[in-house]
């Protein structure tokens, strides 16, 4: 179920209609039940997959957390009996049965999603290197579909896994609420991947009708739809024309090719997001917001803190931060600190870290070549801007320009363009491609065909290039009103008159303008696939 | 506290870490900032601080992360 087809459309305003009207008490199990319809939509056999990840993280996460009660009760019981060194066997025994349990969890779910997203990932490889060594048997691929949403419940699910463990907070002790944690249907498709201690409390929380939160949240979706079906997919028949063939869209429609696909991803995932906040808002349930206007970022490390939030949040916090204050990591900065010297020794080990955490990012995205290279060249930019530091600061202390306007304005088109040519590798079939497209851009000197009429043959008119050009332009505008608070805020202030106007004016503008016509089709979300 | 403070003021010599009680709020330590001040107060302090403790409470002060470093001491 498409979230821009009109089952979806009919299947959320039943939800909005029932959710308010039965007794509030129900309102979870209700949600429950959506979710479980919608996942059924999605194919009625992967159902198996998300229930395998909720039963196991509910077993796994009840049995850590009882031996957190089980020590608490024998230490209090033994309080003054036994000696710090017996306190301290006592806690490694338990520790290291509750790390057991989280162990078992994890390998059975990042086990299962390595199966499914990855085994025909690594069965191509190694059938390459089975016929470059000259062997004539090759391994038959897997047919496995991918279930909706796997790399994201699954990576949800872990997070809470891992924080019970970590005791940040007892597990949930109701299956069926674990359950409508693990599969909230608005957050499936492609996000935000929320934090058990963000999203309970609003989850299970019985909700009165509150018609604020209810407009505002379909004001957002609204303006998710506008982003996803006016911009994104008309934008896409564009992006696919210039990416399929790169053999002829070489130079200047490269450029043109990896702009817009990061007008389109933008729009699309934005829009997506938005269309699942809004959802929750109108249900009363907040989510967190997954996008901090990223392309008015100043430096790439900044952008990735603006970007897909939750994504970047979860790597940091469950894999960058314990590989980097792992035992053995911390022995080997002391060694190199020592072997290599102060300054490149406390460094290397920072960057090994990043690596590991770029390329586990690059691979979350999609099982290919390109999705690792995609995740080594942000590695390599953030390792680089690290090391340029020192001339950064020098720069800064000759020329008194960082507060510049002109300044800030390269910092930004600098970060669009270096993350704009960075995204290529999701774009182009493989590697070698993505580099030739890449390089063309510099070695092929078209650029005076953009002008004589050949951006009309990509797929849109001069008329989709005005509505994505008005597109621009609003999704700019909107982005600098909310630096100064939330532009549905602003809006509610207005007149009657003038708020009535926009949103008829943009509900005609995404039923008229919206991309369903000749020639494309409401497309599915570019996450949806990751 | 008079170590850590060298440590903080080596990596940011113009942030007055006695007194900023946003250091992570404010974003002047990032990640890597952070991952340096672990692995010098391992060097410094014999403390090994675990990922659980990477929270902005215990870093977004030198007083907080002193505070996490004696109570990990007190606990080793």
Same mark, same amino acid.
Request: glycine content about 6%; hydrophobic content about 50%; charged content about 20%.
């Given at each position: 179920? /498409?979230?821009?087809? &009109?089952? *979806?459309?009919? $299947?959320?305003?039943?939800? !909005? #209609?029932? =959710?308010? +009207?039965?007794?509030?008490?129900?309102?979870?199990?209700?949600? /429950?039940?959506?979710? &479980?319809? *919608?996942?059924? $939509?999605?194919?009625?056999? !992967? #159902?198996? =997959?998300? +229930?395998?990840?909720?039963?196991?993280?509910?077993?796994?996460?009840?049995?850590?957390?009882?031996?957190?009660?089980?020590?608490?009760?024998?230490?209090?019981?033994?309080?003054?009996?036994?000696?710090?060194?017996?306190?301290?066997?006592?806690?490694?025994?338990?520790?290291?049965?509750?790390?057991?349990?989280?162990?078992?969890?994890?390998?059975?779910?990042?086990?299962?999603?390595?199966?499914?997203?990855?085994?025909?990932?690594?069965?191509?490889?190694?059938?390459?290197?089975?016929?470059?060594?000259?062997s004539g048997s090759q391994i038959s691929f897997l047919k496995l579909a991918l279930p909706m949403g796997i790399s994201f419940y699954t990576f949800q699910t872990m997070g809470y896994m891992i924080d019970v463990y970590r005791g940040k907070y007892p597990?949930?002790?109701?299956?069926?609420?674990?359950?409508?944690?693990?599969?909230?249907?608005?957050?499936?498709?492609?996000?935000?991947?929320?934090?058990?201690?963000?999203?309970?409390?609003?989850?299970?929380?019985?909700?009165?009708?509150?018609?604020?939160?209810?407009?505002?949240?379909?004001?957002?979706?609204?303006?998710?739809?506008?982003?996803?079906?006016?911009?994104a997919d008309r934008m896409l028949v564009a992006v696919k024309t210039l990416i399929q063939d790169p053999e002829t869209y070489q130079g200047a429609f490269a450029l043109v090719g990896m702009l817009f696909y990061a007008f389109q991803l933008y729009a699309?995932?934005?829009?997506?997001?938005?269309?699942?906040?809004?959802?929750?808002?109108?249900?009363?349930?907040?989510?967190?917001?997954?996008?901090?206007?990223?392309?008015?970022?100043?430096?790439?490390?900044?952008?990735?803190?603006?970007?897909?939030?939750?994504?970047?949040?979860?790597?940091?916090?469950?894999?960058?931060?314990?590989?980097?204050?792992?035992?053995?990591?911390?022995?080997?900065?002391?060694?190199?600190?020592?072997?290599?010297?102060?300054?490149?020794?406390?460094?290397?080990?920072?960057?090994?870290?990043?690596?590991?955490?770029?390329?586990?990012?690059?691979?979350?995205?999609?099982?290919?070549?390109?999705?690792?290279?995609?995740?080594?060249?942000?590695?390599?930019?953030?390792?680089?801007?690290?090391?340029?530091?020192?001339?950064?600061?020098?720069?800064?202390?000759?020329?008194?320009?960082?507060?510049?306007?002109?300044?800030?304005?390269?910092?930004?088109?600098?970060?669009?363009?270096?993350?704009?040519?960075?995204?290529?590798?999701?774009?182009?079939?493989?590697?070698?491609?993505?580099?030739?497209?890449?390089?063309?851009?510099?070695?092929?000197?078209?650029?005076?065909?953009?002008?004589?009429?050949?951006?009309?043959?990509?797929?849109?008119?001069?008329?989709?290039?005005?509505?994505?050009?008005?597109?621009?332009?609003?999704?700019?505008?909107?982005?600098?009103?909310?630096?100064?608070?939330?532009?549905?805020?602003?809006?509610?202030?207005?007149?009657?008159?003038?708020?009535?106007?926009?949103?008829?004016?943009?509900?005609?503008?995404?039923?008229?303008?919206?991309?369903?016509?000749?020639?494309?089709?409401?497309?599915?979300?570019?996450?949806?696939?990751? | 506290?008079?170590?850590?403070?060298?440590?903080?003021?080596?990596?940011?010599?113009?942030?007055?870490?006695?007194?900023?009680?946003?250091?992570?709020?404010?974003?002047?330590?990032?990640?890597?900032?952070?991952?340096?001040?672990?692995?010098?107060?391992?060097?410094?302090?014999?403390?090994?601080?675990?990922?659980?403790?990477?929270?902005?409470?215990?870093?977004?002060?030198?007083?907080?992360?002193?505070?996490?470093?004696?109570?990990?001491?007190?606990?080793?």
């Amino acid at each position: 179920m /498409l979230f821009t087809s &009109y089952e *979806f459309i009919a $299947f959320l305003l039943i939800l !909005f #209609l029932v =959710y308010y +009207l039965i007794p509030k008490r129900f309102q979870w199990m209700l949600l /429950l039940a959506a979710n &479980y319809i *919608f996942y059924f $939509f999605s194919g009625p056999k !992967f #159902l198996i =997959y998300i +229930l395998t990840t909720t039963v196991s993280a509910y077993i796994a996460g009840n049995r850590i957390h009882s031996l957190h009660e089980e020590q608490a009760a024998y230490l209090a019981e033994n309080k003054g009996r036994l000696s710090r060194e017996d306190r301290k066997e006592y806690k490694a025994a338990i520790k290291s049965r509750q790390w057991k349990w989280l162990l078992y969890c994890l390998l059975l779910n990042f086990g299962i999603l390595a199966v499914i997203k990855y085994a025909n990932f690594g069965i191509a490889n190694v059938n390459y290197l089975l016929q470059a060594f000259g062997s004539g048997s090759q391994i038959s691929f897997l047919k496995l579909a991918l279930p909706m949403g796997i790399s994201f419940y699954t990576f949800q699910t872990m997070g809470y896994m891992i924080d019970v463990y970590r005791g940040k907070y007892p597990p949930e002790k109701n299956i069926f609420k674990l359950a409508l944690f693990v599969s909230f249907f608005p957050q499936l498709v492609q996000g935000p991947i929320s934090r058990f201690d963000d999203l309970s409390e609003t989850l299970y929380k019985e909700h009165d009708f509150d018609y604020r939160n209810v407009s505002f949240g379909l004001q957002r979706i609204l303006w998710g739809f506008f982003k996803k079906v006016v911009l994104a997919d008309r934008m896409l028949v564009a992006v696919k024309t210039l990416i399929q063939d790169p053999e002829t869209y070489q130079g200047a429609f490269a450029l043109v090719g990896m702009l817009f696909y990061a007008f389109q991803l933008y729009a699309d995932f934005t829009g997506g997001i938005d269309i699942t906040i809004g959802i929750g808002q109108v249900l009363g349930i907040k989510l967190k917001e997954n996008f901090n206007r990223p392309y008015f970022s100043k430096n790439i490390t900044e952008y990735w803190r603006r970007w897909h939030i939750s994504l970047g949040s979860w790597f940091r916090e469950y894999l960058f931060y314990p590989i980097s204050v792992w035992k053995p990591m911390l022995n080997f900065t002391k060694w190199c600190r020592k072997t290599l010297g102060e300054a490149i020794g406390r460094r290397i080990p920072i960057y090994i870290s990043s690596i590991v955490v770029w390329a586990a990012t690059g691979i979350w995205h999609g099982a290919s070549w390109n999705f690792f290279m995609w995740g080594m060249a942000n590695c390599f930019v953030i390792i680089l801007s690290q090391e340029l530091q020192p001339f950064y600061t020098w720069f800064h202390n000759k020329f008194d320009v960082k507060h510049k306007f002109g300044f800030r304005l390269f910092q930004v088109v600098r970060t669009v363009l270096l993350m704009s040519s960075i995204r290529m590798f999701d774009c182009y079939v493989d590697v070698p491609t993505t580099f030739r497209a890449f390089w063309s851009m510099f070695t092929v000197f078209n650029y005076h065909e953009l002008f004589n009429g050949s951006l009309l043959n990509l797929g849109l008119s001069l008329a989709d290039y005005l509505v994505l050009l008005m597109g621009l332009v609003v999704l700019v505008t909107v982005s600098l009103i909310q630096r100064t608070g939330s532009v549905r805020a602003k809006l509610a202030a207005k007149p009657h008159m003038v708020r009535y106007a926009l949103y008829y004016g943009m509900i005609i503008v995404i039923i008229v303008l919206g991309a369903y016509g000749v020639g494309y089709d409401s497309s599915q979300f570019i996450y949806n696939q990751f | 506290m008079e170590a850590l403070l060298e440590i903080l003021e080596e990596l940011h010599p113009d942030v007055d870490f006695e007194n900023c009680e946003t250091l992570i709020d404010d974003k002047i330590l990032d990640s890597f900032d952070i991952i340096t001040v672990i692995s010098e107060i391992n060097a410094e302090y014999d403390i090994a601080i675990p990922a659980e403790e990477i929270i902005p409470e215990n870093f977004n002060s030198a007083k907080a992360l002193y505070a996490l470093i004696t109570r990990l001491s007190d606990d080793e």
